[in-house]
């Protein structure tokens, strides 16, 4: 996209009140690049698949490899990637490791996500 095919003001006016308000609600700078980082983990379409899966079930990685269709080790390398990012998180039983999604925050980013690519 041209700079030229994006409307713009046709005269400089900046609304100090505007500004104001949101100066005074305006993330740090450490807390903008935390969300973008969390937004980096979610670019990623191997490791959206793996929350979609761990979305509608607890499963181990085996599980996981089978589902999706890929190795285990890649697999495992996406979910620590996704455990470090606290949006997955698991539990040992005998053998096995089970992992699920860490919170309804995730599923929330998930739904409203997929709400609107749907829009149309």
């Not at 959206?48 to 890929?70: G, K």
């Amino acid at each position: 996209m041209a700079i030229q095919d994006v409307e713009c003001c046709e005269e400089i006016c900046v609304h100090e009140e505007r500004i104001k308000v949101i100066d005074a609600q305006m993330l740090e700078e450490d807390e903008l690049y935390d969300l973008a980082e969390l937004f980096k983990v979610f670019g990623d379409s191997t490791r959206i698949r793996i929350l979609f899966v761990l979305s509608e079930a607890e499963l181990c990685v085996c599980d996981l490899a089978q589902t999706l269709h890929m190795n285990q080790s890649a697999i495992s390398h996406q979910l620590k990637i996704l455990k470090q990012a606290k949006l997955v998180t698991s539990r040992r039983e005998g053998k096995s490791v089970f992992y699920s999604l860490a919170d309804d925050h995730v599923r929330t980013i998930l739904g409203q996500g997929m709400e609107h690519i749907e829009e149309k």
